[in-house]
């Protein structure tokens, strides 16, 4: 299954995922996105930016000390949770979603952290 139907795969299993992206965040690039979210490349951009500043955080420094390196990082919105999620073996590999506040996010996390393994690895 290829990138685009691997993220379309976790979109159709949870519809409450408006948007899910697969980025490179070594570029700042999204490679492939889907979902029912309208965007512009600058909001992509964005979305983006805000992974690679949740991974980066200099504040992470303690959590690093305790918890080892950060591969997930949830941002919680009135309207909206953001989830970006990190391979565990390629750190520039990452799926940057856009969810509604009702999603079943422990199963949602452990979909996309098995997609995102599967496009990483090529599977």
Known sequence: MGVN???GAVVKAFPQARLVAFTDLSSRMILSSAGTLSTTQEHLDR??????????????ALSVEAFG????SVIMGRDSIR????SD????????CICDPGIDLGAFVAKIRGTLES?????
């Open 5 to 7: 139907e691997s993220l």
């Open 47 to 60: 979305l983006c930016d805000q992974a690679r500043a949740s991974f980066d955080d200099p504040l992470f």
């Open 69 to 72: 390196e950060p591969h997930g």
């Open 83 to 86: 989830v970006f999620l990190r």
């Open 89 to 96: 073996t390629e750190p520039a590999d990452a799926l940057c």
């Open 119 to 123: 496009i990483t690895h090529g599977g």
